[in-house]
C-alpha cells in the first residue's frame, strides 16, 4: 500500500487549503478512508473519515470546515479545508483503518494570523 500526501501549504487565517491523497496497492473503492493530523508536541488525532459508500464523519473542531471526499475512478482521497485557523497547522495524513500499520508521509499545512 501506498498513500501519498500533498497540498500542504502556508495560508494565511480565514484562507483555504485542499488536500489530496493519492492511493496506490490497494482496492481503494472498497476501503474507509481518513484524514489524520499531528501538530507539533501533540498526538495525533483523526480529522475526518470517508466510508466506501461516502459516509462522513467529522471531529467536532473541524465540522462545518472541511469536507472529505473521494474520487474512486482517480483513487483519490481529499479534504477541502475552508475558514482555516492557526490551530488547523499541523502535519496532514491520509490513512486507512483497513491497512491499520501503514502510515504514508504526510503534507504540512500552516496557518498564519
Known amino acids: 500500500v501506498q498513500l501519498q500526501a500533498s497540498g500542504g501549504g502556508l495560508v494565511q487565517a480565514g484562507g483555504s487549503l485542499k488536500l489530496a491523497c493519492k492511493a496506490s496497492g490497494i482496492n481503494f473503492r472498497l476501503y474507509t478512508m481518513e484524514w489524520y493530523r499531528q501538530a507539533p508536541d501533540k498526538e495525533r488525532e483523526l480529522v475526518a473519515q470517508i466510508t466506501s459508500n461516502s459516509n462522513t464523519d467529522y471531529a467536532d473542531s473541524v465540522s462545518g470546515r472541511f469536507t472529505i471526499s473521494r474520487d474512486n475512478v482517480r483513487r483519490t482521497l481529499y479534504l477541502q479545508m475552508n475558514n482555516l485557523r492557526p490551530d488547523d497547522s499541523a502535519v496532514y495524513y491520509c490513512?486507512?483503518?483497513?491497512?491499520?500499520?501503514?502510515w504514508g508521509r504526510g503534507t504540512l499545512v500552516t496557518v498564519s494570523s
Open positions: 490513512h486507512t483503518p483497513d491497512v491499520s500499520t501503514y
